[in-house]
């Protein structure tokens, strides 16, 4: 009797999602615009990842030239009936509703994103084994999106030695928007070294910027993971391992270079090249790093997401790290048309990750630069490398997520971003304390 009022009960339920209009979401294609944005690709793509990744059932993308099904999820201006729609939406605003058969998704440019994860994470309902869309809202209203409360895991991107001018160049040349300019959070970060402190350098190095940001302490030009007395400092990547999250290393530079290495090493000088190969090694084989790769070049946004992908498995915590070393190099030598090429190769990878932040709302998304390289001016659309080194200008912060808008119209030491990204692997005494910075800098 108990095993027949079991099986009634599914088939009542069964029964009641078909007269609520629910279909397995294993009988919808996604459809996007045969001249999809940037934004509209990868947000399909994410959404046909999370729903493989969190319901093991594949959803395949197609362009809305192709043959039109019965269910359909319609990202963007598609070319479906569906899809056109009165509702304007404002700044951060987005649309998720039922219309017949299809699923209309629409947003203010990344927020797409956010109807996405709407609907992976809020109205997908397993039952037997089948995966129904349920509770979809049958009206084109819009929706805002709000920062969620809780922050468990952290992707942080640099665009090593890319000021704002960087930006604007690689805008100009390449023509097209640095995505995160639609983040809800910008703010500066001031780059000195303990070396500028003491007044034993004109600038930072990456080796201790990038200290700064994985610990949370300044530390002298050249060291990696060390304070300025050469003490072995704990670096977010290791806190995030530590606390059971999986953790990535990725960079377009090689994986000894000094901003993956300032998340990987300890070491007293950047240029320890077989030391750091060494150590980093080590990790790989002892498991206390998941996802490691250097020298990804113009594989930056597919590493970006085999890594995410790789690390975020199992709902896992996770921690990333993803440099465009580039930027840098070709700013040292005033390649102007070089340098836009990688702050292009840059944002395209910021693309992929923003979408995926968004569909997973427990994670923060951080852009930034370890310091500006070759005081680089703008005046009236043209473009001059002043210098073929390091300065000490403040460079952007772009931030997403819980907790980011900290960093709002602030401009703080870069140490602060790695106390940031501490808390959310439920450390809030990391690095630095305000009296130990203050001392510092009066020295």
């Known amino acids: 009797m108990k095993k027949l009022l079991i099986v009634l009960s599914l088939l009542a339920f069964v029964i009641l999602l078909a007269s609520c209009g629910a279909e397995d979401i294993s009988e919808y294609q996604i459809v996007i615009p045969e001249n999809a944005t940037l934004t509209e690709a990868y947000a399909a793509e994410n959404l046909s990842e999370i729903i493989k990744s969190y319901y093991d059932v594949s959803v395949n993308i ?21 899809s056109k729609t009165d509702t304007s939406l404002g700044e951060m605003q987005y649309l998720l509703f039922k219309s017949g058969n299809k699923i209309v998704i629409k947003g203010n440019g990344i927020y797409i994103g956010s109807a996405c994860g709407k609907l992976a994470n809020e109205h997908l309902t397993i039952q037997d084994g089948d995966i129904f869309v349920t509770d979809l809202s049958k009206n084109a209203s819009a929706y805002t999106y709000a920062l969620p409360t809780q922050c468990d895991n952290v992707i942080f991107m640099i665009g090593d030695g890319m000021g704002e001018n960087h930006i604007l160049l690689g805008e100009q040349k390449c ?26 350098a004109s600038y930072t190095d990456s080796a201790a910027s990038g200290t700064a940001m994985a610990t949370g302490y300044k530390t002298i030009n050249g060291y990696l993971g060390l304070d300025k007395d050469g003490n072995r400092l704990l670096n977010v990547r290791e806190l995030a391992h530590s606390v059971g999250a999986k953790t990535a290393v990725i960079t377009t530079d090689k994986i000894t270079g000094a901003t993956p290495s300032a998340y990987l090493c300890h070491n007293i000088s950047r240029e320890n090249t077989n030391e750091l190969l060494a150590e980093i090694n080590a990790l790989i084989a002892d498991n206390k790093v998941n996802y490691c790769m250097g020298d990804v070049g113009y594989d930056l946004t597919l590493e970006t997401k085999i890594a995410l992908n790789e690390i975020s498995k199992d709902n896992s915590k996770f921690f990333i790290m993803i440099e465009e070393g580039w930027i840098d190099k070709h700013s040292h030598n005033k390649n102007l048309l070089s340098t836009a090429y990688m702050v292009q190769r840059f944002n395209d990878a910021i693309e992929y990750a923003t979408q995926f932040a ?26 001059l490398f ?35 990204v501490a808390k959310a692997y439920s450390n809030d005494d990391f690095g630095m304390s305000l009296d130990e910075l203050l001392v510092s800098s009066q020295k």
Request: proline fraction near 3%; charged fraction near 25%; charge should be negative.
């Open 358 to 383: 968004l569909m997973h709302p427990n994670t923060a998304l951080i852009v930034t630069a370890d310091h500006e390289t070759g005081k680089l001016d703008e005046k009236n659309g043209m473009f």
């Open 175 to 200: 023509n097209f928007s640095f995505v995160a300019r639609q983040f809800p959070n910008k703010g500066m970060s001031v780059t000195r070294s303990q070396s500028v402190i003491n007044g034993d």
């Open 62 to 82: 197609v362009k809305d030239t192709e043959k039109e099904k019965k269910h359909e999820i319609l990202i963007g201006e598609t070319n479906r009936n569906e």
């Open 386 to 420: 002043r210098s073929d080194n390091h300065t000490n200008k403040d460079v952007p912060i772009f931030a997403i997520g819980a907790g980011t808008d900290i960093f709002n119209g602030a401009t703080v030491e870069n140490v602060e971003l790695a106390k940031f």
